[in-house]
């Protein structure tokens, strides 16, 4: 019986306690496709999952990791041929099925995509949830007619996986990008990757009294939400359009109704673990071509999973920047 690897988070009176364990194949949920993963890689849902948060992952012991990449080993459907490169990322990997921090996953054959001929596994995992979730928010805002000569386009908690993807991606295409950041030192990096301009943090996240503040910016990326993405709503351009991905800083939305019935501005809400597959595939094929990053690489850290617990502690602390990418086979 093949033994593997996997970081493995127990539930404790004391907290949580992590470990990489050594499983068999037998551990594993049922499913069609076994993988054999080559890479994964680091999203915030996982170092909530990691943390036993059980918002996220109900059952513990658990192994997180909502995004995988590797070879398929069988796949009792008939789909996939032994050998094909594929990726999962999002459904329920990670969260309440046995995810992508292990040498194998198996899956059902609806949650697997196989790769476009120009992405690598590695970079596949390089974007993993955080890239299709920045896609998605960018195709929204494109979807409410956002064009690259309207204006500034926000991007909060930039220096994050998703807020990163956003700002290069954006930067790429030509878009005026206003990085917002709570770390200081990371400014001159906001830049090489395509914001035009960086705001400190507090700028966006303290509460305002005024019903409207001046209409600065064409459309949104928000990952923080809260307060935060209460002053996005008030900032928007008249019809303006703000993606809401995420929680970092809050789950609430404090506002009136002001910026909707005088600005007509527009809350548009990102769920990305259970698009359709073949959401996914297009924004992979895109990302493998028109949307192709040039610093894709150098935006990410390699880690190997005896590495993972430390990254995984800073992302909750907020000190991360950039994305990690989990090398499987790394010496
Ligand atoms: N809706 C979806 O489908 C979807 C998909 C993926 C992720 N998400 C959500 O998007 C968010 C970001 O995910 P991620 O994987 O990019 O996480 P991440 O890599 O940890 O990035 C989060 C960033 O937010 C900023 N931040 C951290 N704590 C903050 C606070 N208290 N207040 C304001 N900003 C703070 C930091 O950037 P700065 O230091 O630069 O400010 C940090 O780097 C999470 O809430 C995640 O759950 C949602």
Same mark, same amino acid.
């Given at each position: 019986?093949?033994?593997?690897?996997?970081?493995?988070?127990?539930?404790?009176?004391?907290?949580?306690?992590?470990?990489?364990?050594?499983?068999?194949? !037998?551990?594993?949920?049922?499913?069609?496709?076994?993988?054999?993963?080559?890479?994964? !890689?680091?999203?915030?849902?996982?170092?909530?999952?990691?943390?036993?948060?059980?918002?996220? #992952?109900?059952?513990?012991?658990?192994?997180?990791?909502?995004?995988?990449?590797?070879?398929?080993?069988?796949?009792?459907?008939?789909?996939?041929?032994?050998?094909?490169?594929?990726?999962?990322?999002?459904?329920?990997?990670?969260?309440?099925?046995?995810?992508?921090?292990?040498?194998?996953?198996?899956?059902?054959?609806?949650?697997?995509?196989?790769?476009?001929?120009?992405?690598?596994?590695?970079?596949?995992?390089?974007?993993?949830?955080?890239?299709?979730?920045?896609?998605?928010?960018?195709?929204?805002?494109?979807?409410?007619?956002?064009?690259?000569?309207?204006?500034?386009?926000?991007?909060?908690?930039?220096?994050?996986?998703?807020?990163?993807?956003?700002?290069?991606?954006?930067?790429?295409?030509?878009?005026?990008?206003?990085?917002?950041?709570?770390?200081?030192?990371?400014?001159?990096?906001?830049?090489?990757?395509?914001? !035009?301009?960086?705001?400190?943090?507090?700028?966006? #996240?303290?509460?305002?009294?005024?019903?409207?503040?001046?209409? !600065?910016?064409?459309?949104?990326?928000?990952?923080?939400?809260? #307060?935060?993405?209460?002053?996005?709503?008030?900032?928007?351009?008249?019809?303006?359009?703000?993606?809401?991905?995420?929680?970092?800083?809050?789950?609430?939305?404090?506002?009136?109704?002001?910026?909707?019935?005088?600005?007509?501005?527009?809350?548009?809400?990102?769920?990305?673990?259970?698009?359709?597959?073949?959401?996914?595939?297009?924004?992979?094929?895109?990302?493998?071509?028109?949307?192709?990053?040039?610093?894709?690489?150098?935006?990410?850290?390699?880690?190997?999973?005896?590495?993972?617990?430390?990254?995984?502690?800073?992302?909750?602390?907020?000190?991360?920047?950039?994305?990690?990418?989990?090398?499987?086979?790394?010496?």
């Amino acid at each position: 019986m093949t033994a593997f690897r996997a970081l493995r988070i127990h539930q404790t009176d004391t907290g949580v306690r992590r470990a990489i364990e050594t499983l068999t194949l !037998s551990d594993l949920p049922a499913g069609d496709v076994l993988i054999r993963v080559h890479y994964s !890689s680091l999203n915030y849902k996982d170092a909530l999952s990691a943390n036993g948060h059980t918002g996220i #992952s109900r059952h513990y012991p658990h192994t997180p990791g909502i995004d995988a990449a590797g070879k398929v080993v069988t796949d009792v459907s008939g789909t996939f041929e032994a050998g094909t490169e594929v990726a999962v990322i999002g459904f329920d990997l990670g969260m309440n099925t046995a995810g992508g921090f292990a040498d194998y996953i198996r899956v059902p054959v609806g949650w697997v995509t196989t790769l476009p001929k120009k992405l690598s596994m590695a970079d596949a995992m390089r974007l993993g949830t955080a890239g299709v979730t920045a896609a998605y928010a960018f195709e929204k805002l494109l979807d409410n007619g956002l064009k690259s000569d309207q204006g500034p386009v926000l991007v909060t908690g930039a220096t994050g996986g998703v807020g990163a993807l956003a700002v290069h991606l954006l930067g790429t295409l030509g878009y005026d990008v206003t990085a917002v950041t709570g770390k200081p030192d990371a400014h001159d990096w906001l830049r090489s990757l395509g914001a !035009s301009l960086v705001v400190p943090r507090e700028e966006l #996240s303290t509460p305002q009294k005024k019903a409207l503040l001046p209409a !600065s910016y064409a459309a949104a990326i928000d990952t923080v939400g809260d #307060s935060t993405l209460v002053n996005v709503l008030k900032s928007l351009k008249f019809g303006g359009t703000v993606a809401a991905c995420g929680i970092v800083g809050g789950t609430a939305v404090p506002t009136d109704i002001y910026p909707f019935i005088l600005r007509g501005v527009n809350l548009v809400g990102i769920a990305s673990a259970d698009a359709p597959l073949a959401a996914r595939q297009r924004v992979l094929g895109k990302f493998s071509g028109l949307w192709t990053l040039p610093k894709l690489t150098e935006l990410c850290d390699t880690l190997r999973l005896d590495q993972l617990e430390a990254r995984i502690d800073a992302m909750l602390a907020g000190k991360i920047q950039g994305r990690a990418l989990i090398d499987m086979e790394a010496e």
